[in-house]
Each structure stands twice: as structure tokens, then as C-alpha cells.
């Protein structure tokens, strides 16, 4: 069935450093890939997203690769500062009406 | 713009009971997908409504149901409710889904326990 696992599920870096977040998706006919921010006890919220049309899609210290032969896609936060600790999730959109999560990553950025 | 609203924010129900909740999208907003988020499984995905029509359904059980309204709000309800059920439902709307593969807005989710 239709799947994304989503690796690490727990990241811990020092600020100022990069953090990558991995997942992999099934079904190879996904063509949207939205990563989405969740502070605690707050909603989900998109931060960035690719289609599958395109490799690879940055704004300003977000970036995210699609690999679609390999059915990766993969987040890079870079000059990491608190603010950016939360739960990562990341999401292939199957066709369908049907969006399908990764079990997201808990990011915490040390001080 | 106001953002998605989830209605009630809170509830607390026994096992056997039923659930309805609500969600109102964003204005001109046509898809409502819901969701169940319980820690460590991520956002399962529950149905999608566009029109008043479900469009896909996840791998949940029949007590969980939806429906859409004409003006696009929509609710799902839960029957016979398990201890299980308790999480965080969100429903989160976009224009219209499906081949556009629109951004989705989350609504604040309504925390519900089964006790």
C-alpha cells in the first residue's frame, strides 16, 4: 500500500549547524511532496514544497531535494536556530484526493 | 482571510459514546481532508471531501464518518467510540485538491480523550 517513512524520527544539533530530514515514498505515481512545521500544541504548517517536475527548491535556509528514481526526497535546514526545533513532517501527495505522511522527525536545536 | 476553524477545540467522551466534529475551510476553499495524529504514527489520513462528494477514504474502521455541506464546512463523526480513538483530529482545506495538488491549511485540531 501506499507508504512514506520518514528517517531520523529524533534529530539533535547544535545551532548554527544543518539538519536533514529523509523520506522515502511508495507509490511512484506521487507527484507532490509538501513538508509541513508542527510547534507544539500548534497546527501543522507548510514550510516548503516540490513537485515532480522539478530536483530541488530552496528558500532562503530551507532546501529540498526530490530524487524520484530512488523515491526520496529529503529537507535541509541550514544555519539551524532554536526556533527552528519542532516535528518535521513530510508528505507524498498519491493522486487519489490522498496525501500521505511520514511519522515525522522531532527536531531540537540546541543553544 | 480567516484561517481553517475546528469546532469544539476539547472533548471528552466515554467508550460507547459518539463524536461529531466540525470544520469550516477557508473561504472559497472547496476540499476538506481529515486527519488522526496520535504521537509516534503521524497524520493518518481519514476521508476527503470536495463538493460535497467523498473523494478517497483511509484505512479506518466504518464508526468514522464524514459528510460536506454545501457551503464546504464538513464533520465527521465517530461511533462507538474505543479507547483507541483518542487523538488529535485536524482537517485542513485547500481550493480544490486533487490534480491542482494545492497547498493544504490545518485547522487548530480538536483534542479528543475516550475515557
Known amino acids: 500500500g501506499e507508504n512514506v517513512e520518514q528517517h531520523p524520527s529524533t534529530l539533535s544539533v547544535q545551532e548554527g549547524d544543518s539538519a536533514v530530514i529523509k523520506c522515502t515514498y511508495s507509490?511512484?505515481?506521487?507527484?507532490?511532496f509538501p513538508w509541513y512545521k508542527q510547534e507544539l500544541g500548534k497546527r501543522p504548517q507548510l514550510i516548503i514544497d516540490i513537485r515532480s517536475n522539478v530536483g530541488e527548491k530552496k528558500d532562503q535556509r530551507i532546501a529540498v531535494t526530490l530524487n524520484k528514481t530512488a523515491k526520496h526526497f529529503s529537507l535541509h535546514i541550514t544555519e539551524t536556530q532554536p526556533e527552528d526545533s519542532a516535528v518535521y513532517f513530510c508528505?507524498?501527495?498519491?493522486?487519489?484526493?490522498?496525501?500521505?505522511f511520514g511519522a515525522g522527525t522531532r527536531l531540537f536545536v540546541k543553544a | 482571510k480567516a484561517g481553517v476553524t475546528q469546532t469544539p477545540r476539547y472533548l471528552i467522551k466515554t467508550r460507547g459514546q459518539q463524536v461529531t466534529l466540525s470544520c469550516s475551510p477557508i473561504?472559497?476553499?472547496?476540499?476538506v481532508s481529515w486527519y488522526q495524529q496520535t504521537p509516534g504514527q503521524g497524520l493518518q489520513f481519514l476521508f476527503e471531501?470536495?463538493?460535497?462528494?467523498?473523494?478517497n477514504k483511509g484505512n479506518f474502521p466504518g464508526r468514522f464518518s464524514g459528510r460536506q455541506f454545501s457551503n464546504s464546512r464538513s464533520e465527521m463523526n465517530v461511533s462507538t467510540l474505543e479507547l483507541g480513538d483518542s487523538a488529535l483530529y485536524l482537517c485542513?482545506?485547500?481550493?480544490?485538491?486533487?490534480?491542482?495538488?494545492?497547498?493544504?491549511?490545518f485547522g487548530p485540531g480538536t483534542r479528543l480523550t475516550v475515557l
Open positions: 473561504s472559497g476553499h472547496r476540499s
Open positions: 485542513a482545506s485547500s481550493r480544490a485538491g486533487g490534480a491542482f495538488t494545492d497547498t493544504q491549511y
Open positions: 508528505a507524498a501527495y498519491t493522486g487519489g484526493f490522498k496525501t500521505i
Open positions: 471531501y470536495f463538493s460535497e462528494t467523498q473523494r
Open positions: 507509490d511512484s505515481a506521487s507527484n507532490y
